[in-house]
């Protein structure tokens, strides 16, 4: 019988797909960076909902350094029902991993309609969102049937900073030698990503009778990891099924803090900025609740309880792509222990009633029995 994939199937693949597609950013980025260079744009509208909206937080502030433009993300409701008063010089790119998601192709409509090239980021170039966009890119996730996904964040996020670079060479920005030590620092991220994976199992270990018992949690994060806490958050969310908010960590203790108790759990990430605050603040959450977590590469810390020690030299905005394994890891394995893959029947009939996939879905290659995301 063939192997069914699971989370951690397309988890472990992830520093492979680094690897690679950092060995063909310039291809794998020619469509986006080609329109981005001869269109005259200054600044970046993301349009993503769900996991690919995390990704693209994750890189945002990548992009914002090494092309030096402003990016800002939007969900594409809000884009179709309130804010898409993007100007002339504002490149619009409509992100779905599948393709098929009925709210990007809804944004579609309305770049269509104000009659701008309409440009699409996918992990399926022949969807209908393909489909109806002038320029159309494929992001490198390969095929990833798993609905809760997770190499089409690190991809995706990836995506958009070999975007950044290979941008920022044809534009003059970086000279082609420092474009290429920054995409030596993206392939750091690859062996980093493995080494978070090697040490998450035994966290796991030593913290599971915490983790499996989490009601709630918070995960917090700052600059290029409130992508990464986001995308943690929702996948406890999804998974477990447990409530869980991701915050700003300095925001986090400005009034979310004030209903904790003793059952709280709160995931602080430390990325390499603002690392002592965030410290002080996890010293701090430790006299609520026992279930206070750091993620960090601060060596003084590498000995100390509930403290998940990974050293990475690489750039804070490269950081994401080496902490998401850890929040995907858990909640898969905590997902599969207390056997909460099976949603409320009542669920399942909300996903039908108000669906987001085209009915072109069915049929696609992301398709499978759970609902997609993103």
Request: charged share 20%; proline share 4%; net charge negative.
């Amino acid at each position: 019988m063939e192997h069914k994939k699971t989370m951690l199937d397309y988890i472990a693949d992830c520093p492979e797909f680094i690897r690679n597609n950092v060995a063909d950013s310039a291809a794998l980025t020619k469509p986006l960076v080609d329109e981005y260079v001869s269109g005259g744009y200054k600044n970046i509208w993301i349009v993503a909902c769900g996991s690919s909206s995390n990704g693209s937080l994750c890189a945002r502030q990548f992009i914002r350094r090494h092309l030096k433009c402003e990016v800002k993300i939007v969900t594409p409701f809000n884009f179709v029902s309130s804010e898409n008063d993007f100007g002339e010089t504002d490149m619009v790119v409509v992100v779905s991993q599948s393709g098929y998601s009925l709210n990007a192709l809804d944004a579609i409509k309305v770049i269509e309609a104000k009659g701008r090239r309409c440009i699409g980021l996918t992990g399926d170039v022949n969807s209908d969102l393909g489909k109806v966009c002038d320029v159309v890119a494929n992001y490198g996730v390969g095929r990833e049937t798993v609905a809760y996904v997770t190499r089409g964040v690190t991809t995706l996020a990836l995506f958009f900073m070999l975007f950044a670079v290979e941008a920022s060479v044809r534009l003059g920005i970086k000279t082609a030698a420092e474009g290429e030590a920054v995409k030596q620092q993206l392939l750091k991220a690859a062996d980093i990503n493995a080494a978070v994976q090697a040490q998450t199992p035994s966290f796991i270990k030593e913290h599971y009778r915490q983790l499996s018992g989490m009601t709630n949690a918070y995960v917090c994060g700052v600059g290029a990891n409130l992508g990464t806490a986001s995308e943690g958050a929702l996948k406890f969310g999804e998974t477990v099924s447990i409530p869980t908010a991701a915050y700003e960590v300095e925001e986090y203790i400005h009034g979310p803090n004030i209903q904790m108790t003793p059952r709280y759990s709160v995931f602080l990430i430390d990325g390499g900025e603002g690392t002592e605050r965030i410290h002080r603040i996890f010293e701090g959450t430790k006299i609520v609740t026992d279930n206070a977590f750091l993620l960090t590469r601060c060596a003084d810390y590498k000995d100390e309880h509930n403290v998940m020690y990974v050293p990475m030299d690489v750039p804070e905005e490269i950081t994401p792509l080496c902490w998401l394994p850890f929040f995907q890891m858990t909640a898969c394995r905590l997902t599969d222990d207390l056997d909460r893959w099976n949603k409320h029947p009542l669920q399942r009939a909300m996903e039908k009633f108000v669906s987001s996939k085209s009915a072109n879905y069915v049929n696609s290659p992301f398709s499978e029995d759970t609902p997609g995301r993103g």
